[in-house]
């Protein structure tokens, strides 16, 4: 099994920047594959950014050229780098962990992380 711990969000105006971090604690994080969603009031749940154990990544349209996602395996960790922050990038944010091989059976998600961007 694995535990997920997001942290680093806040308060950001417009065009402002955050980093956020997901410290995963378990073993074979090195072979899962790792997302970022986020979900605001009264809407679904969007899968933001997604990374795979060799690196491959894939981004939401909405966030693709301003948003970055990242791993570090060697200290069990993944990262959301936001440039260019708007108000509709408001939402809570959680990081998601997913065995490949079972993916129904290893569908892990950390407590989320508010950000908020706003004037």
């Known amino acids: 099994q694995v535990e997920l711990a997001e942290s680093g969000g806040g308060l950001v105006q417009p065009g402002g920047s955050l980093r956020l971090s997901c410290a995963a604690f378990?073993?074979?994080?090195?072979?899962?594959?790792m997302r970022w969603y986020r979900q605001a009031p009264g809407k679904q749940r969007e899968l933001v950014a997604v990374?795979?154990?060799?690196?491959?990544?894939n981004y939401a349209d909405s966030v693709k050229g301003r948003f970055t996602i990242s791993r570090d395996n060697a200290n069990n960790a993944v990262y959301l780098q936001m440039n260019t922050l708007k108000p509709e990038d408001t939402a809570v944010y959680y990081c998601?962990?997913?065995?490949?091989?079972?993916?129904?059976?290893?569908?892990?998600w950390g407590q989320g992380t508010q950000v908020t961007v706003s004037s």
């Open positions: 998601n962990a997913q065995n490949p091989r079972i993916p129904t059976l290893s569908d892990y």
């Open positions: 378990g073993r074979d994080f090195g072979i899962y594959v």
């Open positions: 990374i795979t154990a060799g690196g491959g990544t």
